[in-house]
């Protein structure tokens, strides 16, 4: 049966609040998926749901009527204006926003594997750069993002957006320390795989070319402003920095966690292309 929201009730409040209130997404356990390509991966990858709105009156197009007949969630028409708030445009042509579940923040979710490419990213500010770094974590063969410290929250819209739908491809996983993450690096060399943490510094001794990054490896962004924290320093096994010209003095935290994902991608062969 699906349930109709015309007017700002309780429901509709709890969803707004999910576009810009953190600390309520982490209470609720949800947040929202806008986007054709984010709320088809979100399927895809089996992704939970915990609602579906679609907008109320237009007949829908056979992609939204499509994911309304596959999902298992509650369904809630919408008014249209207040679908447009939900997705924070000024138009009224979007059909459907999804309600996902946030995971648990456990790294029991981060895949171990022989030749294991995983990042973490230290204290992160911008959501944007999350979703930038995310997407090329898909694009580039890494299997995990780990965000540790106080950081912008992955669930955040903006982030979200930023994916473009990779989020629900590359666990991502938040620490509060980075003590915690390399006591689960420990834990997994104790295994046998030879986890090597290798973080990204302007003032690193080593060329991005001349380190052998085709292991096990965690790879390590700093924040946007300081770069990685003494604590990250002290864990890295080994530190590179990118050469660069030119006046600017260092690279945008996305660009350098793409670039060097690059070349990991480059020294293993390039993941293979995914169908399209």
């Given at each position: 049966?699906?349930?109709r ?12 609040a ?21 709320i ?47 997705s ?19 790294l ?43 950081a ?94 030119g ?12 670039l ?17």
């Amino acid at each position: 049966m699906v349930k109709r929201v015309s007017v700002r009730n309780a429901q509709f409040q709890q969803w707004q609040a999910l576009l810009g209130n953190r600390t309520k997404r982490q209470r609720a356990g949800e947040f929202l998926i806008h986007g054709v390509r984010p709320i088809t991966l979100a399927i895809e990858c089996g992704w939970p749901l915990t609602a579906v709105l679609r907008t109320a009156g237009p007949k829908l197009s056979g992609w939204a009527q499509g994911v309304l007949e596959t999902v298992d969630a509650p369904v809630y028409s919408v008014a249209a204006d207040l679908m447009a708030e939900l997705s924070e445009r000024t138009d009224d042509g979007v059909e459907l926003i999804a309600v996902g579940a946030v995971p648990p923040d456990s790294l029991d979710r981060v895949p171990i594997t022989p030749d294991m490419l995983v990042v973490a990213f230290d204290r992160p500010t911008s959501p944007g750069n999350i979703g930038a770094i995310t997407r090329s974590c898909d694009a580039l063969g890494a299997a995990a993002l780990i965000v540790t410290g106080h950081a912008a929250d992955p669930y955040d819209p903006k982030s979200v957006r930023a994916t473009t739908g990779s989020l629900f491809a590359v666990p991502t996983v938040r620490v509060g320390s980075p003590r915690d993450v390399g006591e689960w690096v420990e834990a997994v060399r104790s295994q046998g795989t030879p986890l090597t943490i290798v973080g990204t510094d302007e003032h690193g001794p080593s060329r991005i070319t001349e380190v052998d990054l085709t292991g096990p490896t965690l790879l390590v962004i700093g924040n946007e402003t300081k770069g990685m924290s003494t604590t990250w320093h002290t864990l890295c096994h080994t530190t590179l920095h990118i050469p660069i010209g030119g006046a600017a003095s260092s690279l945008n935290a996305a660009n350098a966690a793409t670039l060097t994902l690059y070349e990991a991608a480059r020294q293993r062969g390039f993941p293979a292309a995914a169908p399209r």
